[in-house]
């Protein structure tokens, strides 16, 4: 029998001078290094199983679950490495992590990549933790959190954005135990969202049946009106308590600050996100009970009171402790036996994002309408991780680009802007249709951060892009508008006042809006049979069309009598299409021959997307000495860095099979 599963924090121990041998147990030892293991240390990655091939990463189209570990008991995941290289606005609310146990249908951990790793809004923040340390800008993320189980487990994401992750990669770290104390408990993680939350109701973070013990919690807030949101407290009521064993005395008291949310960093609680008090501020912030966990024996609700200061429209105080309407999200982090049952359901993609809705207007695509005063405009592509950026050369102060976007409709947005950063870059503040563009900041609560929006400064050290910067919340007609970037300066270590822009976010606010986040609802892909799956080939949606063909991928050579359609499928204009329908004649083999022809074809495609390219070179391989009549194009796709390994392992295979 294993020690019990527990959690090992790392404490500075003295050991006491004495005579003679000390015995172990009084040694300073932490994490018990100095005790024999009987374990067996494993690991799940996405490592390529192919040495000679440094493409280690997956790909998940949209609607597409990547399964980053299957394993069999008895058993702990001690550790959790993930990095993602995404496009698409708010990808880390986008990929949805499910943890299962033991065969179970039900998930127990589940919740945004982001928000599970700290870190709300679908933002990238490092965090330094106990538990969770997200490192490189946020984008390593890590988790320590011990994940026991019996039988099984099975790690997921999913991706619920409606755009092809370009990398993930991943790491699971885990114990192969010889058994486990009958009465582990089980790791949970459940996100939950109230987009908004008003009428002065609370806001219940959790409410579990069942036995075990509170661990954590991550709070994010997009506040819906202006001033402090956090005069709740919180509210933990045990067993089915009328009245709750704690309480506390505010929303940032519980997350252990003190006179608003700042950002700062700890071993038990952070701050990763705070923006100020102003209309539709950002604020996302962590705390770990582990020195300090809430035992239940039967159930467990956990309320946060929400309330805060308002004003009335002149700005004057209409109350220090009032109704308020803000949008809340979080995840709960706990321990018990057996599988929580009967939590609500997750909502679905876009459904998580700050607002529920999100229109990304990609700035490359007009760029022939930008203009530039006293700068040169010019796109720089795949600047960063397939993100193309319209770039601005500035001569130093008081230089301007001005950049279009059109408004499907009239109506109340939030606009933000996601920028570049790099060391010569510089500072800027931005216009909306030519006027200066802040949201209300109003404050009467003494040690809130007031802080202005509407700047923007681009130094870092190393390139990063989708740095956000909110415009804020206006009134927008149908049409066309501009956003217009002014230098005005620079950092004295900033080489030059460059200016980069991915792209332009609208997001529609108010009730109406809010309302829609929870009629967001999975795509609808073809199941049945080979014939009844085809027909998701030609469906309007392209993410239809795209898990259609990954469907037909899995079922292998069954998938023969759909050869045509997907071969035609190669022609998609969805480049997630043309890449899963090559993967399904993959799986085809010699059988795929009719296929090769095309498949050439699409090899030959200039400007063609990468993965396009390596799944199809994969697809002639796979065909192989039928295929060979391809051989010229797949020796030119050789000669690129990013299809090479693709290209060469089918040059193998097919070379092989005509010998």
């Not at 795509?523 to 309007?540: H, I, M, N």
Request: proline content about 7%; hydrophobic content about 40%.
């Amino acid at each position: 029998m294993i020690a019990r599963a527990r959690l090992v924090l790392p404490v500075l121990l003295l050991a006491c001078p004495g005579r003679g041998e000390e015995p172990l147990s009084s040694l300073p030892d932490p994490f018990r290094l100095m005790e024999p293991k009987s374990f067996e240390a494993r690991r799940s990655s996405s490592n390529n199983p192919d040495l000679s091939s440094n493409d280690d990463s997956k790909r998940p189209i949209p609607g597409e679950t990547t399964v980053l570990a299957d394993l069999e008991g008895p058993g702990a995941i001690a550790h959790i490495w993930i990095t993602v290289a995404d496009s698409e606005f708010g990808w880390p609310r986008l990929l949805r992590l499910r943890v299962y146990y033991d065969g179970s249908a039900t998930p127990s951990v589940d919740a945004p990549l982001g928000d599970f790793f700290a870190v709300g809004h679908g933002f990238e923040r490092p965090v330094q933790s106990f538990v969770i340390r997200d490192s490189s800008d946020g984008r390593s993320r890590n988790s320590y959190w011990p994940m026991p189980f019996r039988k099984s487990c099975r790690i997921t994401i999913t991706n619920e954005g409606r755009r092809r992750v370009h990398n993930l990669y991943y790491q699971v770290d885990w114990q192969k135990l010889p058994s486990l104390p009958a009465d582990t408990p089980y790791f949970h993680a459940h996100y939950r969202q109230a987009l908004p939350n008003s009428g002065g109701k609370p806001y219940e973070v959790l409410s579990v049946k069942g036995r075990g013990h509170y661990v954590g919690t991550v709070l994010s807030v997009v506040q819906g009106e202006a001033g402090w949101f956090g005069e709740g407290d919180d509210f933990f009521y045990v067993d089915g308590q009328a009245k709750a064993s704690l309480e506390g005395t505010g929303t940032e008291d519980y997350f252990n600050d003190a006179w608003s949310l700042h950002v700062s960093e700890g071993l038990y609680t952070g701050v990763p996100v705070a923006e100020g008090t102003g209309l539709g501020s950002r604020m996302s912030a962590y705390r770990w009970h582990l020195a300090d966990p809430i035992p239940f024996t039967r159930s467990l609700r956990f309320d946060m009171e929400h309330k805060g200061w308002t004003f009335k429209p002149d700005g004057a105080v209409k109350s220090a402790f009032g109704e308020r309407t803000d949008l809340l999200s979080s995840v709960a982090f706990w321990y018990q036996q057996g599988i929580a049952e009967g939590l609500p359901e997750t909502p679905y993609g876009a459904g998580r994002l700050p607002q529920g809705n999100a229109t990304q207007i990609e700035v490359d695509k007009a760029i022939a309408d930008a203009r530039g005063e006293k700068g040169k405009v010019s796109l720089s592509p795949e600047l960063f991780w397939s993100k193309d950026v319209l770039l601005f050369e500035a001569e130093g102060p008081g230089s301007r680009v001005e950049v279009p976007f059109d408004v499907p409709t009239d109506g109340d947005y939030e606009v933000y802007a996601e920028l570049a950063r790099g060391s010569d870059y510089g500072i800027y503040t931005v216009l909306l249709d030519g006027k200066k563009a802040e949201s209300s900041a109003l404050e009467h609560e003494p040690g809130a951060d007031v802080i202005p929006t509407g700047r923007f400064d681009g130094y870092a050290p190393e390139t990063y892009v989708g740095a956000p910067l909110q415009v804020g919340w206006p009134h927008l007609t149908k049409g066309r508008h501009t956003l217009t970037f002014v230098c005005v300066g620079k950092r004295e270590t900033a080489s030059a006042y460059v200016l980069g822009v991915d792209d332009i976010i609208l997001a529609r606010t108010g009730p109406a809006a809010w309302a829609d986040a929870g009629k967001v609802k999975a795509p609808a892909v073809p199941s049945g049979s080979v014939v009844d799956v085809v027909q998701g080939l030609s469906a309007a949606d392209p993410v239809v069309r795209g898990l259609s063909a990954l469907a037909l991928r899995d079922r292998g050579k069954e998938a023969l009598p759909a050869l045509a359609q997907l071969t035609a499928a190669l022609g998609d204009k969805d480049a997630n299409v043309r890449l899963m329908a090559g993967n399904a004649i993959a799986t085809l083999g010699a059988q795929a021959a009719p296929a090769v022809g095309a498949l050439t074809a699409t090899c030959a495609v200039k400007g063609e997307e990468v993965h396009v390219l390596r799944s199809c070179a994969s697809a002639l391989g796979a065909i192989g000495k039928p295929a060979a009549s391809a051989l010229p194009v797949l020796r030119d796709l050789a000669l690129l860095p990013r299809v090479q390994w693709a290209a060469e392992a089918a040059i193998r295979a097919i070379e092989a099979g005509a010998r």
